[in-house]
Structure formats: C-alpha cells, structure tokens
C-alpha cells in the first residue's frame, strides 16, 4: 500500500499561483522507478491528467497548464511539487497527488485548489 501526504491547496485569486506538495510513503520503498503526478477532477468531469514526472526525471503536462505550471521532483525520493502560476478559475478543482509503478497506479485523497475572485 501507499500513503499520501498532499499539501498546498487553498483559495487564490485569479492570476495567482499556489504550490502543490506530495509525498508517497509506505511500499514505495521497493521501486527505484517510478512516476509521480498530479491529477485533477473538476467539478461536474472526470479525474483528468494535469502533470507527471518520472524518477528519471521526464515530465509530461496537459496542454491546458503548459507554460503556466511546472512539476518538480523533491530534495528525497517519492516527493513532488506543482507549481502553479497564472491561475485561472477554470483550474479550481480537486488535485490529486499520483504515485505509478510498473505494477500499480495509485492516488491520495486530493487537495482542494479554488480560483476566485
């Protein structure tokens, strides 16, 4: 199993940024390759993908946060951050933090991020 330790969400306002923080504990510690992410779900639509990176250190983002979030892998293993710049109000959603082995997809139990004025 894995845990999930998921922090930064909150309330900003429209062209703000917040940061996303996650770490994966638990049976990680078998896998030296890995993915971790993000996933969001807005509110009426599916989880969709919004940002990934591998322990090799590939990365991968939808197209709707190019060039206005940024994932990063953390100082220790099994933790990442997101970036979150130019917040829109069509970014409020649940985010939720994601940990991929060859074997396994897993998810923590979200964070919420709310753009508002």
């Known amino acids: 199993q894995v845990q999930f330790e998921e922090s930064g969400g909150g309330l900003v306002q429209p062209g703000g940024s917040l940061t996303l923080s996650c770490e994966a504990s638990?049976?990680?510690?078998?896998?030296?390759?890995?993915?971790m992410g993000w996933y969001r779900r807005t509110p009426g639509n599916q989880r969709e993908l919004v940002a990934t990176?591998?322990?090799?250190?590939?990365?991968e983002y939808a197209d709707f946060v190019k060039g206005r979030f940024v994932i990063s892998a953390g100082d220790t293993k099994h933790t990442v951050s997101l970036q979150m710049n130019n917040l829109k109000p069509e970014d409020t959603a649940i985010y939720f933090c994601?940990?991929?082995?060859?074997?396994?997809?897993?998810w923590g139990q979200g964070t919420q991020v709310t753009v508002s004025s």
């Open positions: 994601y940990y991929a082995t060859r074997y396994n997809n897993y």
């Open positions: 638990g049976s990680t510690y078998i896998f030296s390759l890995y993915t």
């Open positions: 990176i591998t322990s090799e250190g590939a990365t």
